[in-house]
């Protein structure tokens, strides 16, 4: 079965402190990949997407992620964490129309 | 562009009654999605359309939800008759082409019934 899964559930952060966040993906072929972000009481924003080629993607925010295949992994990073960056994270992967979404990874930021 | 615009944003109604969400996708946008986000289930596909047209219904937990989209701006979602179990946040998203480009999601509509 096709699955998404972040096996972090809450992650504490300093301000200024590197992060990282896991997703893992079940697929029987290498499906579109995403990472999203919701803050409480919002909607979900995409922060980045990968679909094929450079396996290092870019996205808003200062937020990057890489896709490795070897792993199925596509690991969500952010340099330096500001305290804006507090909010729910979700990985999610696609193959068709359909996106199937992580149970979210819930980050904190402290002081 | 003012995005994927749900109403209303929250809602509180009693077990029983009828409750209709609504959903406006960005113009231009032909594939629209209602999710369910709930604590125990985590985001949920209930439904897409693509060009208006219900193309995959199988997320829709059972026949008191309904819903429509008669035309490229305007989509509805309905429960009735509603339960206590029904309580989550909806979602609407919509994008060009289905998966591809990314979903666009609207602020949800958080709905508590009583």
């Known amino acids: 079965a096709q699955s998404v899964t972040q096996p972090d559930i809450h992650i504490t952060v300093s301000e200024g402190a590197s992060l990282e966040l896991r997703c893992n993906y079940s697929y029987g072929a290498t499906p579109y990949l995403f990472w999203y972000v919701q803050s409480p009481g919002q909607g979900l924003q995409l922060l980045l997407k990968y679909f094929s080629g450079d396996t290092l993607v870019q996205g808003i925010k200062g937020f990057e992620a890489e896709f490795k295949r070897s792993q199925s992994s596509f690991n969500l990073r952010k340099p330096s964490v500001h305290w804006s960056d507090a909010a729910e994270y979700f990985c999610a992967a696609s193959n068709d129309y359909k996106l199937s979404f992580g149970a979210g990874t819930t980050v904190t930021v402290r002081a | 562009d003012a995005g994927v615009i749900q109403s209303p944003r929250h809602e509180v109604t009693e077990m029983g009654q009828e409750v209709t969400l609504r959903c406006k996708p960005i113009?231009?946008?032909?594939?629209l999605f209602w999710y369910r986000q709930t604590m125990m289930r985590g985001l949920e596909l209930l439904i897409y359309?693509?060009?208006?047209?219900?193309?995959?219904d199988s997320g829709m937990p059972e026949d008191r939800f309904s819903a429509k989209m008669p035309n490229a701006s305007f989509s509805t979602l309905k429960i009735q008759p509603s339960e206590p179990r029904d309580s989550a946040v909806y979602f609407c998203?919509?994008?060009?082409?289905?998966?591809?480009?990314?979903?666009?999601f609207g602020s949800g509509t958080r709905l508590t019934v009583v």
């Open positions: 113009s231009g946008h032909n594939s």
């Open positions: 359309f693509n060009n208006n047209v219900p193309i995959d």
């Open positions: 998203a919509s994008s060009q082409g289905g998966t591809g480009p990314g979903y666009t």
